[in-house]
């Protein structure tokens, strides 16, 4: 008999310990706190980033969205559900970090038209500019600021001189004063393509903007869209800054991350999650973040006003687009890991048919122009805007062969990463990777015509206007000769795949790797 009470005992404080284990694991601990009284106050800030145009619901299972490569697209309709659910709460604050307006089909109606509805229709406090919302030209990112009800932020775009958007804005919620101000990364000057416009260096405008808030508010927010590797930049060299929302890179952040005193967070992209981030105070100062996501596939909680607008511009997309133009006998891959880091059968083609329609010799295409998948079989217009959604345009360059090392090099910095959207897809050469080399040593070699490229001769090249502009960093490309400018990449798989009727294309050994380390 006392034995059996003894494992009595024993059965009920392992079922106790269990019991606490799963209460801690799964329980908002913060919260809990706050109830008991620990935190007198919580304020909530509602956040999306890089949304680029993706306001229909979209359960493509296989493409990206963000470097987890999570499978559905909420769309608007979702996100307007998720916020709201917020506000019945509390007040809330509503954020975006930018790249907004640009990158589907619909979103190409009347130059983000689409998008602008819809966008007012959620209640946003604010969003930053993205490299991306220059995409439809400088004059049109004036018009969609004037067009939309919530302000646009940014304290480093200048336009002779003179900032061009509100530095920053003091927002009350819950009687707190939430100061939140904007930056821009500055590669968005290769999409901006106006000599008037200036941005400046992030760290020195952010120190100027801390300086001027930090007094006068009670949390300091900064809505980023540099990349979370130049925010951990600008977070250490610029005491004052309590929550970073990060955007540019698509990352998803499932924890807010601590660089010295300031919390970091990242809502993905593509509208796949809305992040939430509630910020706890002790002692009438701020004090902590807790980070959440919030995703869907039930169609049945989107907001009926929002799916009417996006459902509209959705169908007009999809009459201008749905003509068919090729066939593929295979599945065209475009997933976003392998193309920023591999040979893909769909970079391939793209290449293939830049180095075509540009009578070039050779082709260099970053893999980050490469959007989605696309399945076997016929191929419409539409399929191609998804997966080549940015405005950017064929070029022929002429370009000495040791800068085409160089370029390639370049490319290779960030090297086996998924991230990379600089890695270089090619046509007309082949290269090899040493993957046990540093930065800056790995290319081994580059084979054209079976010989090794010549470092001294001249070559025609076919890229993007992006990548001559010097996006991504590619000053190689941007001293070239230019021969030729054509019409945008989207047009020109189009124009190839009507003159090849149905492809095939495969991975060949354009690409290949050495000493693989991972």
């Known amino acids: 008999m006392k034995r059996s009470y003894t494992n009595l005992i024993v059965l009920i404080v392992i079922l106790i310990g269990a019991a ?32 680029h145009g993706h306001i229909v619901y979209d359960d493509e299972v296989g493409t990206y969205y963000s470097l987890d490569e999570v499978g559905n697209i909420m769309g608007l309709p979702l996100i307007k559900h998720f916020v709201d659910v917020e506000r019945k709460k509390d007040n809330i604050l509503f954020l975006d970090n930018g790249d907004l307006f640009h990158g589907t089909n619909e979103a190409n109606i009347e130059k983000g038209k689409g998008v602008v509805e819809a966008v007012n229709m959620l209640g946003y406090t604010a969003t930053v500019p993205g490299n991306h919302d ?9 018009e969609i600021k004037s067009q939309i009800n919530f302000p646009i932020l940014s304290a480093n775009i200048y336009r002779d001189g003179k900032l061009i958007f ?5 927002f009350n919620i819950g009687g707190k004063k939430v100061g939140v101000f904007g930056l821009t990364t500055p590669v968005s000057l290769s999409y901006v393509k106006d000599n008037t416009v200036q941005i400046d260096d992030p760290v020195k405008c952010a120190k100027r903007v801390v300086g001027q808030l930090r007094d006068k508010v009670d949390v300091l927010v900064l809505l980023s869209h540099l990349g979370d590797d130049l925010d951990r930049e600008v977070v250490k060299s610029v005491d004052g800054i309590d929550v970073v929302f990060s955007g540019h890179y698509h990352q998803l952040y499932e924890e807010a991350q601590k660089v010295n005193n300031t919390y970091i967070v990242e809502a993905g992209s593509f509208t796949t999650h809305l992040g939430l981030a509630d910020l706890y105070f002790k002692d009438g100062k701020f004090s902590k973040v807790d980070w959440r996501l919030e ?24 009459q ?6 090729g066939n593929t006998k295979v599945k065209l891959n ?5 193309v920023r880091s591999k040979e893909t059968n769909f970079a391939n083609l793209l290449a293939d048919a830049m180095r075509d329609i540009g009578e070039a010799d050779i082709t260099l295409m970053n893999g ?3 959007r989605e998948s696309i399945p076997a079989g016929d191929v419409n217009m539409y399929q191609i805007g998804k997966a080549l959604p940015f405005a950017n345009s064929l070029v022929t360059l002429e370009i000495k062969g040791d800068e085409i090392y160089k370029a390639i090099e370049r490319g290779l910095r960030q090297y086996p990463s998924g991230s ?37 001769k001249y070559y025609k090249v076919a890229t993007n206007d992006y990548l001559y502009f010097g996006g991504d960093g590619y000053v190689e490309l941007k001293e070239a000769k230019l021969i030729s400018q054509g019409v945008l990449l989207k047009d020109i798989l189009i124009e190839y795949l009507k003159k090849k009727g149905t492809v095939e294309p495969a991975e060949e050994g354009r690409i290949k790797v050495i000493n693989q380390r991972y």
């Open 20 to 51: 606490a284990f799963l209460g801690y694991k799964y329980a908002n601990v913060n919260q809990v706190l706050l109830n008991l009284g620990y935190y007198e106050q919580k304020i909530t800030i509602a956040n999306t980033a890089d949304i």
């Open 134 to 142: 220059f995409n439809f030209g400088m004059d049109r990112l004036m």
């Open 166 to 170: 509100d530095e920053y804005k003091i």
């Open 295 to 318: 995703t869907t596939r039930d169609r049945s909680l989107e907001d009926k006003k929002v799916a009417e607008v996006v459902e509209k511009y959705h169908k007009i997309a999809l």
């Open 320 to 325: 201008e687009a749905q003509k068919v133009v």
């Open 334 to 338: 475009g997933v976003r890991t392998q």
């Open 368 to 370: 980050g122009g490469i």
């Open 420 to 456: 990379n959207g600089p890695f270089l897809q090619v046509s007309g050469i082949s290269y090899v990777i040493d993957g046990s080399k540093q930065a800056g040593e790995r290319l081994a070699s580059v084979t054209y015509n079976g010989s090794p490229l010549d470092k001294n």
